[in-house]
């Protein structure tokens, strides 16, 4: 049974009026790399602490997520549902981290960037909207690693996903908006070369003679994400339209041509869209399995990885024998109505 205390604090942004719901149950978290992570709980529609959200949400309210007192998890509430049946009923509160804003409801455009690192690239897209009037999302700049000079022309691009494709590029970097399992300060914009450390001294297995750590665990491999020829699709419009194709002449003869074809409709410049397909034929041509792990022992392994970092998976049963380092791509945290804590993770062999 868990030991820890939660806090699911409610904060208006504007007045720093808080509340907090000691009720919530059915409480879930996620952190994802370079992605904005999801939180949700459950309240019984007669909570009295639901009428400081009257009349509406307006982008204002925050979640914020303390676990024995530190501060894990922050992000915009984002969708509220009332489901009312008889004489009562529920309301399910699920917030996203403040990337999401950017993705969904910040956009950049008519702005040109040549030859500027491509974390400062990404920072300055983040100052070009809080600057607006009623633009400030409370995001301040971090620890910026030099990573790579980029050339960028933006004119109408949802500035999350700007970010998000700066990751997915042939040296790309790794970034988080703080707080995370390990940084709890809340907002700060951060970027790294490669995000996470190797873990060493901890290792999660599965089967006889091992930790028996995972709980369970599911694989997934599917031929839809694999490719040895690419053809990426940049901006324009017919004859006018940029176009990449990368192949592995090597695989396509030893295997079956297996062709893919991705959109980067904001990408002009030839050499980046040449590196977003470089990227995708790396990535896309050797099978990366999709491990699912539920571990025990939470309370004791909680905040001691992150996503990004490195870890051993130990999986023996029947035909599997795996033994091998993968990188963490996402966490799930699930609070139980008893309080028992239980965390997934997705993890995947590094490529």
């Given at each position: 049974?868990?030991?820890?205390?939660?806090?699911?604090?409610?904060?208006?942004?504007?007045t720093?009026?808080s509340?907090e719901f000691?009720?919530?149950?059915?409480?879930?978290?996620s952190w994802?790399?370079n992605?904005a992570?999801t939180?949700?709980?459950v309240?019984?529609?007669?909570?009295?602490?639901?009428k400081?959200?009257?009349?509406?949400?307006?982008?204002?309210w925050?979640i914020?997520?303390?676990?024995?007192?530190?501060?894990?998890w922050?992000?915009?509430?984002w969708?509220?549902?009332?489901d009312?049946?008889g004489?009562?009923?529920?309301?399910?509160i699920?917030?996203k981290e403040?990337?999401?804003?950017?993705?969904?409801?910040?956009?950049?455009?008519?702005?040109t960037?040549?030859?500027?690192?491509?974390?400062?690239?990404?920072?300055?897209m983040?100052?070009?909207?809080?600057i607006?009037?009623?633009?400030?999302?409370?995001?301040?700049?971090?620890?910026?690693?030099?990573?790579?000079?980029?050339?960028?022309?933006?004119?109408?691009e949802?500035?999350?996903?700007?970010?998000?494709?700066l990751?997915?590029?042939?040296?790309?970097?790794?970034?988080?908006i703080?707080?995370t399992?390990?940084?709890?300060s809340?907002?700060?914009?951060?970027?790294?070369?490669?995000?996470?450390v190797?873990q060493?001294?901890?290792?999660?297995e599965?089967g006889?003679?091992?930790?028996?750590?995972?709980?369970?665990?599911?694989?997934?491999?599917?031929?839809?994400?694999v490719a040895?020829y690419?053809?990426?699709?940049?901006?324009?419009m017919?004859?006018?339209?940029?176009?990449s194709?990368q192949?592995d002449?090597t695989?396509?003869?030893?295997?079956?041509?297996l062709?893919?074809?991705?959109?980067?409709?904001s990408?002009?410049r030839?050499?980046?869209?040449?590196?977003?397909a470089k990227?995708e034929?790396r990535?896309?041509?050797?099978?990366?399995?999709?491990?699912?792990?539920?571990?025990?022992?939470?309370?004791?392994?909680?905040?001691?990885?992150?996503t990004?970092d490195?870890?051993?998976?130990v999986?023996?049963?029947g035909?599997?024998?795996?033994?091998e380092?993968?990188?963490?791509?996402?966490?799930?945290?699930?609070?139980?109505?008893?309080?028992q804590?239980?965390?997934?993770?997705?993890?995947s062999?590094?490529?």
């Amino acid at each position: 049974m868990s030991t820890s205390i939660y806090n699911f604090i409610l904060r208006n942004t504007q007045t720093d009026e808080s509340v907090e719901f000691e009720a919530a149950r059915s409480r879930k978290l996620s952190w994802v790399l370079n992605r904005a992570g999801t939180c949700s709980f459950v309240l019984d529609i007669s909570d009295d602490k639901l009428k400081a959200m009257a009349p509406n949400t307006r982008g204002i309210w925050e979640i914020l997520v303390y676990r024995d007192g530190r501060m894990i998890w922050a992000g915009r509430v984002w969708d509220v549902s009332d489901d009312v049946s008889g004489d009562g009923g529920t309301v399910t509160i699920t917030a996203k981290e403040i990337l999401h804003v950017l993705s969904e409801k910040r956009f950049i455009n008519g702005v040109t960037y040549t030859g500027v690192d491509a974390g400062q690239i990404a920072w300055n897209m983040i100052n070009f909207t809080q600057i607006k009037a009623g633009g400030d999302l409370g995001i301040t700049q971090g620890n910026i690693v030099p990573t790579q000079a980029r050339d960028r022309t933006f004119e109408e691009e949802p500035i999350g996903e700007e970010i998000i494709a700066l990751t997915e590029v042939i040296r790309g970097f790794d970034f988080v908006i703080s707080p995370t399992l390990q940084l709890d300060s809340q907002g700060v914009f951060n970027v790294f070369q490669k995000k996470g450390v190797i873990q060493e001294n901890l290792s999660l297995e599965y089967g006889e003679d091992t930790l028996n750590n995972i709980t369970s665990f599911s694989r997934k491999r599917s031929l839809t994400t694999v490719a040895n020829y690419i053809k990426a699709f940049g901006e324009g419009m017919g004859s006018a339209m940029g176009i990449s194709i990368q192949q592995d002449n090597t695989l396509i003869a030893s295997t079956l041509l297996l062709e893919d074809n991705v959109s980067f409709k904001s990408v002009k410049r030839q050499t980046t869209l040449d590196d977003h397909a470089k990227e995708e034929l790396r990535v896309s041509k050797v099978e990366r399995p999709i491990y699912d792990l539920t571990i025990s022992n939470v309370s004791d392994l909680l905040g001691r990885f992150d996503t990004g970092d490195s870890i051993s998976v130990v999986v023996k049963l029947g035909y599997l024998n795996v033994s091998e380092i993968m990188r963490i791509y996402a966490i799930e945290l699930s609070i139980d109505d008893s309080g028992q804590e239980n965390i997934s993770l997705t993890v995947s062999p590094i490529t």
